[in-house]
């Protein structure tokens, strides 16, 4: 359930739990590959004046692609919420609240998940710590062991090579 009737929240907090299928339209252009469904549990809580806090988790797993060896990886994402619903524009300009209509029944909280999922998926991704990466020469997979190119030198080694050679001509 993640549409809140208002009215139910006159009543005291509502338990927020839900599942979003991975390929559910709320998540369409986020350029996030979901490989699990977005489980949501929270509550929602009416503070008065026409606010209502939402505090709740989302969990999923993404799959994604190893920086260094582009190797295909899923990773968890889990994600704390902490957003706000107002019927006051002037209270939106906390970056986590979203606008309610003045005249709105219920709560979507829908958007919030998918906000607050867009800034929890990790831009970093490997698939350990101790990856070695590819071979920036011959693009062989380092992990599976050595690839026989001559080690890389230095740039700033390069650098002083290169006066050298020209201090000598
Ligand atoms: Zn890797
Ligand atoms: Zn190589």
């Not at 709105?104 to 906000?115: H, K, M, S, T, Y």
């Amino acid at each position: 359930m993640l549409q809140i009737d208002l009215r139910e929240l006159a009543r005291g907090p509502a338990e927020t739990r839900g599942q979003l299928p991975a390929d559910d339209p709320l998540f369409e252009g986020l350029d996030v590959a979901l490989a699990e469904p977005v489980t949501v549990a929270g509550r929602l809580q009416d503070a008065a004046e026409g606010r209502f806090y939402w505090r709740g988790s989302l969990t999923t797993r993404i799959a994604s692609q190893c920086r260094r060896c582009l190797a295909p990886v899923t990773v968890p994402v889990v994600a704390d919420i902490n957003a706000l619903f107002s019927r006051d524009p002037d209270a939106l300009e906390d970056p986590s609240s979203y606008p309610l209509a003045p005249d709105a029944v219920q709560i979507d909280l829908r958007p919030a998940v998918r906000e607050e999922l867009l800034l929890a998926v990790p831009q970093w991704v490997v698939c350990r710590d101790d990856c070695r990466g590819l071979c920036p020469r011959c693009g062989k997979d380092l992990n599976a062991g050595p690839c026989g190119c001559p080690p890389v030198v230095d740039q700033r080694w390069q650098g002083l090579a290169a006066l050298k050679g020209k201090l000598h001509d």
